[in-house]
């Protein structure tokens, strides 16, 4: 739960930070650009009247050699018209920057002294900027000045004063002001609401993360029944779907080492008591002398099944750990077969088996470890041996087919069941579970005989008729084509 607490906390301050970062940097440029707005389209206002003021006045003034005449009384109307047009304060300095008329008519204004830079930057085109003009104001106005261009005696035309637009900037700051308390607002609405959305979609995606915490504290617990829900199909869907396989697979093992545990448990408890209780009685006289040597044999037998029994298990081990390595040889496959079948004679003859196909075999050589295609041979035989009936058939067959060489073992019989015949090579499936005929089997031969032919590139399948017969039948490249790389740890 602490884990599962803290990612979903983690990931909420995240996006929400990422969030509040967004709203931070949308509400700067939005400031930014209405600001902006806000100047262009004043100055635009501004400059649009004060050109049609310099205009006006520049057809009302004449400049002399000596002096100049300006229509006072008519460029006062007009200035106060086109100051209460646009609400701002429209003056006409003269070219040293000395206000001469005032739309607000007011004394206070009058012979005020315009900086002369700025005058200067106004009689060469234009002037635009925010100031008080050295206090003419008490407060910061935009300003945007143009010069009055009027006609001399000699026909060229000379700059007879500037025309200025001043407009309140706290108009601009109450603009402002109010754009940003809006905003505010609403990116308070639109967090509050990406709170209750990012803290719902944080909770849904973490929580088949907390399932799986859970899940696994109980397969550590040895509880593998535990599955987590699929609700989608992105990322998290499909980690949940390749927990869950994993889930499966961690049961199907456990489900194998218990199996693997109760069959090592009780294939080496019956050949270990029966050797303790011979032994036993040896030493303690309860068998006789003369009987010694019958018993004796018997406990021979009983540890060489033992000691077929733990190769086995190192079989399996080398093969799951990767260790299977192959001594790839030139060898008689032919010869392999007859010498493995010469090793069950007596249980043949006892049985009374009828052994068929190899009276015209030939020698058939293949790249290959001997000692491992031995082993093969030998459990396959030993099967078909083990299985037979009484007075029944073994039919085996080596031949080369399409520069493979083929080995069928052919045996009468119960056979296999069809509903287990896709079972059979896994490990420590037996198909005869009641051990009847299977005694001394752990399940894991063929998987071994499987995993060794593999190896060589090969392959093998099983036929069966419940009732009738077995034949297992494999292949191997001639030449080792497709032998598997050594295993390296």
């Not at 304060?89 to 000395?98: K, L, N, W």
């Not at 008689?332 to 075999?361: C, H, P, Q, R, W």
Request: glycine residues 8%; proline residues 3%; charged residues 20%.
């Amino acid at each position: 739960m602490a884990m599962q607490k803290t990612l979903f906390k983690k990931y909420l301050r995240v996006s929400l930070a990422i969030i509040l970062v967004s709203f931070l940097l949308l509400g700067v440029m939005l400031i930014v650009f209405i600001s902006r707005y806000w100047q262009d389209e004043k100055r635009d206002l501004l400059n649009t009247n004060v050109e049609s003021i310099a205009e006006f006045a520049s057809s009302k003034i004449l400049i002399g050699e000596d002096s100049g005449i300006l229509q006072t009384s008519e460029l006062q109307g007009v200035i106060q018209m086109f100051s209460s047009n646009i609400s701002a304060s429209i003056f006409i300095t003269d070219v040293h920057g000395e206000v001469k008329l005032h739309s607000e008519n007011d004394l206070v204004f009058q012979n005020s002294q315009v900086p002369d830079p700025i005058v200067s930057s106004a009689i060469k085109g234009e002037y635009a900027g925010t100031t008080t003009l050295n206090g003419m104001f008490s407060h910061s106005c935009y300003v945007v000045g143009r010069p009055i261009l009027a006609s001399s005696q000699s026909g060229n035309p000379v700059v007879a004063g500037v025309v200025f637009a001043a407009s309140d900037a706290r108009y601009l700051d109450t603009f402002r002001t109010d754009v940003l308390r809006m905003f505010i607002f609403a990116s308070i609405g639109a967090f509050a609401v990406s709170f209750c959305v990012v803290g719902l979609f944080s909770y849904g995606m973490v929580r088949p993360l907390r399932e799986m915490a859970i899940a696994a504290r109980c397969f550590g617990q040895g509880d593998f029944s535990r599955r987590v829900p699929v609700t989608s199909q992105d990322e998290i869907g499909q980690l949940a779907l390749a927990f869950n396989n994993m889930a499966a697979s961690l049961a199907s093992s456990e489900s194998t080492r218990r199996s693997f545990i109760a069959n090592v448990s009780h294939e080496l408890k019956t050949p270990m008591t029966t050797i303790a209780g011979f032994i036993d009685g040896i030493l303690d006289g309860t068998i006789p002398p003369e009987k010694q040597d019958y018993y004796l044999k018997i406990v021979s037998d009983e540890v060489k099944r033992l000691s077929r029994l733990v190769k086995t298990m190192l079989d399996l081990s080398r093969i799951d750990n990767g260790e299977l390595h192959l001594n790839k040889q030139r060898f008689d496959l032919t010869s392999t077969v007859l010498s493995v079948l010469i090793t069950f004679e007596n249980n043949i003859e006892k049985k009374n088996i009828e052994v068929t196909g190899l009276e015209d075999a030939q020698s058939l050589f293949i790249d290959g470890d001997p000692d491992m295609i031995h082993q093969v041979v030998y459990n396959l035989i030993e099967n078909a041996v083990k299985f037979v009936n009484e007075g029944g058939y073994i039919e085996l067959h080596v031949k080369e087919i399409n520069h493979r060489a083929e080995v069928s073992i052919k045996n009468s019989g119960q056979g296999i069941p069809a509903d287990e015949i896709d079972m059979v090579f896994d490990k420590f499936y037996k198909t005869d579970k009641s051990r009847s005929q299977d005694k001394n089997g752990m399940g894991l031969g063929l998987y071994i005989v499987r995993t060794i032919i593999q190896q060589h590139g090969g392959d093998i399948t099983v036929k069966s008729t419940e009732g009738e017969f077995c034949e297992f039948t494999f292949w191997l490249p001639k030449n080792g084509d497709g032998l598997a790389p050594r295993s390296s740890k």
